[in-house]
């Protein structure tokens, strides 16, 4: 059975500043996060000569692919965050002062939300539908590198858990979600490789 990993990119600034969407680089933790990744994948994937590694197309993603040599990288754009729109690169706590509809409106129902000129969870769901089906064609083993809404998305579908649930689903930083398909179902393992 071929295991396919699933990670969250490395600590970004704004995930520090706790800023949401954005394109900013990696804290130091999330560069050392790479690193650890970098020897884990370099061993765990050390005989399978066939693996790939995808990510999206923002800079935290691929700075946290970037240590990681010998397997050929893919980017998606569909491996992409959730996009916020408007509300792109504000904190929570900002987006709940300056338009508490809007906060409100996506407590109520997150799954369906979608941020002014942004996207919602169903959105994501939708998007991320061409990269399972690449998913399940590979034969080899694949690490995906994105971001917490797409990975709720890629590991309800493995896990088989309901649509809403997805939102919610904890996927913590700095933490592999390995996945093996084999004749019997679906088996997971988690490692988290920091603190
Ligand atoms: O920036 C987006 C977050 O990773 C997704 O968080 O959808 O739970 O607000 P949320």
Redesign the pocket.
Known sequence: PRPILLT?HGESLDNVRGR??GDTVLSEAGELYAKKLANFVEKRLKSERTASIWTSTLQRAILTASPIVGFPKIQWRALD??Y?GVCDGMS?EEIKRNMPEEYES?EKD?LRYRYPRGES?LDVIQRSEPVIIELERQRAPVVVIS???VL?ALYAYFADRPLKEI??IEVPLHTIIEIQMGVTGVQEKRYKLMD
Do not use: L, N
Request: glycine share 6%.
């Open positions: 969250r949401i969407g965050e959730i916020a929570y996506r997150k969870y971001h917490q809404a709720r939102p919610h």
